[in-house]
């Protein structure tokens, strides 16, 4: 796509000026990065630049800066407070994010530096959901998968991903219920002891401070103490919904899939202690990082008043691992090498999704062979 010429710039309503920047600037390695972001920068007429995540781990966030991004992609780990709001301040006019979640970002600092913010709420649903159900045979006999009634799995959080979650179960005839106080009438949420009860608990809440329902530590002893005896837990929400000492209960007593923890990246013994461990990536898969891209910059696209042609979003892809068998492996190479976890999660392959599973659907265990036959 040809860049507009300067004085044919489209005019956007939030009164950015392109003319203003010189570049987009993306994480190396990010999925789909070039495919996406290229046409957008040929829109404002600036060139595509890719920096190093151990820049903004070191702390060289102004090197970066240097570039004049009208648009600077960052992940989740890098903690957006009111300093990097000020740096942000005369440099950049947005940030993004690929992915769902806001609250590594300061927001009312953000906001008072002028500091535009977009992400991509849902655009991970399905992988995470792809994730936690394609995990169950590693926490539960087969047999009880197949059966219908056998088993319940209780649900903590009932959004975008917790309802995806609940609408695969119930295509499987497997039984769930679900926790979510922020919901209507027209919803069940059953009480928190009820759904801790089940035969898996999992976890899909966003990390709030304040509200009448924060999350942040909301996993203590008491709330431990009220799940069944025997139950299988998966997080896949928020590391930091448990404290330390909570995560380390939690997984000396029961049967456990994490894939986020307390802080990132976490120690040795933390990355020990579940029964399978994987470095943040449930989110991963390779349509959930195309998809979270197309989404953000089709939002800035819109807010800066710039005409935007978006890839296709592939649901198929060419990939070494999918979501079906890669669990196990992944958490045995985090836990040989529990050192990896961030340049892993840094420059994650491409992981396919059960569209691409289901053309080798013949090699997997009958409740993988239930799934990619029910929900494909």
Known sequence: MAAPAPDKMPVSRSGFNAENFSSICIPVGLHFGRDIFEPLCAAGNWKLIEYRLDMLREGKIEDILREKPALLIIPTFYKINADIAKILKENTAALASVSTGIDHVDMPSLKNSGIEYFYAPGMNAKSVAEYVISAFPLLVPEERLLKPGEMIVGLIGYGRIGRTIGEYLAKLSIKYIYNDPFLGDDFDSRPLKEVLA???????????????????????????????????????????????????????????????????????????????????????????????????????????????????????????????????????????????????????????????????????????????????
């Open 198 to 376: 089940c035969d898996i608990v999992s976890f899909h809440v966003p990390l709030t401070d304040t509200g009448p329902h924060p999350t942040r530590d909301m996993i203590d002893d008491e709330y431990i103490s009220q799940i069944r005896p025997g139950a299988s837990i998966i997080n896949t929400a928020r590391g930091s919904i448990f404290t330390s000492r909570s995560f380390r209960q939690l997984c000396a007593n029961f049967r456990s899939i994490m894939d986020v923890f307390p802080s990132e990246p976490p120690g040795v013994e933390m990355i020990e202690l579940p029964t399978y461990a994987t470095p943040h990536v449930a989110g991963y898969n390779a349509s959930a990082r195309a998809g979270g891209g197309v989404h953000v910059a089709r939002q800035f696209a819109e807010w800066a008043g710039l005409r935007y042609e978006s890839i296709p979003i592939p649901e198929i892809i060419e990939s070494k691992i999918n979501v079906i068998d890669f669990l196990n492996a992944e958490s045995s190479m985090l836990k040989k090498n529990p050192g990896s976890f961030s340049s892993r999660r840094d420059s994650y392959p491409l992981r396919g999704g059960w569209k691409e599973a289901r053309r080798t659907m013949e090699r997997f265990s009958s409740f993988h062979k239930k799934i990619l036959t029910n929900l494909v």
